[in-house]
């Protein structure tokens, strides 16, 4: 029997499917689609899809390259590669779900690169209410519900050479209530750069000088235990020259001749508000064992920039603290002293501004290493030109309870403030109160 044409290529592509035959496009084989790999036939598969080649392969797929085929036109160049890309080379992220190990972590995250930058930073937010009673006539009593924080990232550079190091550090904040009430608020906390050696540095940016005046764990940045109760005096903490400028520029010099004593001369340079600004902040610090005595001294005088504007701001003031700690307990004393001259827009002296200060206060920390509670009070005095003094009483009761978490806390402050106010133009006087509370969640990491 004589076989025709058709039947002879049928014979033999049913031969090839049997013994695993590869290689020429017979007649009778699926057309390839563009887009689309044909699985070997002696696989049994049919024809796949890159998509799920790749979900398989966790990479994406290259077609092997092919005979000129006159009703497919090659899509990729001629030299492209006859084998799937390495997942690594692939632009998609790959489908392949892989087992989880025992000490794999939970959550994707960036690792540390060739690069050595330092990452670090710290999270809180604020949960809190204040309620003010105010006695003046037309001043009304008010309470307000908050919930305020701050998301801050650290990025830090760091080099040695020889008996020098460089570091240069940045710190950007996120809010968590974005929406501010003022038109400028900054998004940076510390930037600055520090050259030196073992015993000396420069450092210069925006940054926050050495801490004189420790207010304790109750009374932090940006609470309503900071602000008091309305109209009394702020606390005077020598940081008037301390940093974190809006404008105005730093520099501070460091020197550590011993292990237990450290010196440091910070200034603050720079326009601020349409003045410009001139300031410098000595402070010494000595520590032994458990015990801490570090004091301070500054300057600032804030000039205008045009001569139609007047006013002129002097003040000048010191602080000191004595600190012990014994076992668990930390005890600090505070005290500072500041004096304001203030010009006012017509070049007269303000009576109301230029003025006195005083603040003194103490704090006690239990550390219990599971938490750590502390009590605080402060009191500050302030007398004018106009003959008014003015008095504001802060303390704080706060518990912080460390978390399983490292970094991870929770801390509730309970505040209280009392305000003595006069007016001499109305020759009356009278008293504001506040009373807050607030939960603090708080992440610390690096």
């Keep these: ?187 940076v906390l510390d930037a600055y750069a520090m050259l030196g050696g073992r015993a000396w540095d420069v450092q210069i940016g925006r940054f926050l000088a050495w801490e004189v005046y420790s207010r304790g764990q109750g009374i932090e940045l940006f609470t309503a235990e900071e602000a008091g109760a309305l109209g009394g005096p702020a606390l005077y903490w020598l940081d008037m020259t301390r940093g974190y400028k ?42 032994m064992g458990g015990f801490k005595a570090i004091a301070g001294f500054e300057y600032l005088t804030q000039r205008p920039q045009t001569t139609a504007d007047k006013v002129e701001v002097e003040s000048m003031g010191f602080a000191g603290r004595l600190q012990y700690t014994l076992s668990l307990a930390t005890l600090g004393l505070n005290y500072a002293q500041e004096t304001v001259d203030y010009t006012d827009i017509q070049g007269l002296e303000d009576t109301e501004k230029t003025l006195d200060k005083m603040s003194a206060g103490a704090f006690l920390d239990l550390d219990f290493g599971f938490g750590l509670a502390g009590v ?14 003015n008095t504001h009483q802060q303390m704080f009761v706060s518990y912080l309870q460390r978390l399983p978490i490292d970094g991870l806390s929770l801390k509730l402050v309970y505040g209280y403030a009392l305000a003595y106010i006069e007016d001499s133009d109305v020759g009356s006087s009278w008293e504001n109160s506040m009373h807050s509370v607030r939960l603090r969640v708080a992440y610390e990491f690096q």
């Excluded at 092997?64 to 692939?90: L, N, Q, R, Y």
């Excluded at 080099?159 to 608020?185: C, D, H, P, R, Y």
């Excluded at 460091?254 to 440091?264: A, I």
């Excluded at 605080?376 to 003094?389: L, V």
Aim: aromatic content about 10%; proline content about 8%; overall charge negative.
């Design 1 to 187: 029997m004589r076989l025709g044409k058709q039947q002879i290529l049928s014979v033999v592509a049913v031969c090839g499917l049997t013994f695993g035959g590869v290689g020429t496009a017979w007649a009778g084989e699926p057309t390839p689609v563009e887009g689309e790999t044909v699985a070997p036939a002696g696989d049994g598969a049919a024809v796949v899809p890159p998509e799920a080649e790749a979900a398989e392969e966790g990479a994406s797929v290259v077609a092997p390259a092919k005979p000129e085929e006159p009703k497919m036109a090659p899509s990729e160049p001629t030299d492209a590669p006859s084998e799937p890309t390495p997942a690594a080379a692939s632009s998609e992220p790959s489908s392949v779900a892989t087992p989880l190990e025992a000490d794999a972590p939970m959550r994707a995250h960036t690792a540390v690169g060739a690069v050595p930058i330092a990452l670090s930073g710290y999270f809180w937010t604020d949960a809190g209410y204040m309620m003010r009673q105010n006695a003046r006539a037309g001043q009304y009593d008010s309470d307000a519900a908050y919930a305020q924080g701050r998301f801050v990232l650290a990025a830090e550079y760091y080099q040695e050479l020889a008996t020098f190091f460089a570091m240069s550090k940045v710190e950007f904040i996120g809010f968590v209530n974005e929406f501010t009430k003022s038109q400028f608020e900054a998004h």
């Design 246 to 287: 809006n404008e105005a520029g730093q520099l501070a010099l460091h020197y550590y001749p011993t292990d237990f004593l450290g010196f440091e001369l910070a200034g603050v340079y720079g326009q601020e508000s349409n003045q410009n600004n001139f300031g410098v902040r000595p402070v010494v610090d000595f520590h």
């Design 376 to 389: 605080g009070f402060h009191y500050t005095s302030a007398k004018n030109e106009q003959g008014e003094e």
